[in-house]
């Protein structure tokens, strides 16, 4: 269980910077953490830096669903 001081960790990508800017407002009024990316190269940039919990992106970023289905299957 985690602590719930400690804010869970989230990665929007998506290629629309209004999307990104939308979902980054709501996700962090939800007391979440966000990490936006503006495609699958910054995304994985960031994965590798960054503990991530939940990754949103569009089905077009392929690069980004193989490498969090190669990190946590």
């Known amino acids: 269980m985690k602590d719930k001081t400690?804010?869970?960790s989230?990665?929007?990508v998506d290629d629309?910077?209004?999307v990104l800017e939308v979902l980054?407002?709501?996700l962090t009024s939800?007391?979440?953490?966000v990490h936006t990316a503006n495609g699958g190269r910054q995304a994985l940039?960031?994965?590798n830096t960054?503990?991530?919990d939940l990754v949103v992106?569009?089905?077009e970023e392929r690069r980004v669903g193989k490498e969090c289905r190669s990190r946590w299957s």
């Open 10 to 12: 989230v990665l929007v």
């Open 45 to 47: 940039q960031i994965l």
């Open 50 to 52: 960054r503990r991530i």
């Open 57 to 59: 992106s569009r089905s």
């Open 24 to 26: 980054e407002a709501r």
């Open 6 to 8: 400690t804010s869970q």
């Open 30 to 33: 939800c007391g979440l953490t």
């Open 16 to 18: 629309d910077r209004n």
